[in-house]
């Protein structure tokens, strides 16, 4: 299937429109309903409900050390001692750099 360019644009200004007028009715009529208020209102307490709070709780736990080295990496590294970082820390450079985040 191919298109021209003045095809593809009138595509994509199409989808920009009808984006721009959903958004609209959004934030002008549909979040202005009461029923569509209960209705969110309840999703969210569900939402909440359902281990929410256990499930953040659990997987900060699970990537503790993690997110202190990186913390401790980024430390060292706004105050541009990075190679003081590599001298001090190397099983948590190693361990940063086998994760990715290096």
């Known amino acids: ?35 569509f208020k209960i209705k969110n209102r309840e999703r969210a307490k569900l939402h909440y409900d359902n281990g929410y709070k256990e499930k ?18 980024n430390y060292y590294k706004k105050n541009d001692k990075l190679d003081i970082f590599k001298d001090k820390h190397k099983d948590k450079y190693d361990m940063l750099s086998d ?3 290096i």
């Open 1 to 35: 299937m191919d298109l021209t360019a003045e095809q593809i644009a009138r595509v994509l200004t199409n989808y920009k429109n009808k984006r721009i007028r959903e958004n609209k009715y959004y934030h002008e009529v549909t979040k202005n309903k009461e029923e």
């Open 56 to 73: 953040k709780k659990e997987k900060y736990s699970n990537n503790k050390d993690i997110l202190k080295n990186k913390a401790l990496y």
């Open 99 to 101: 994760k990715g985040f």
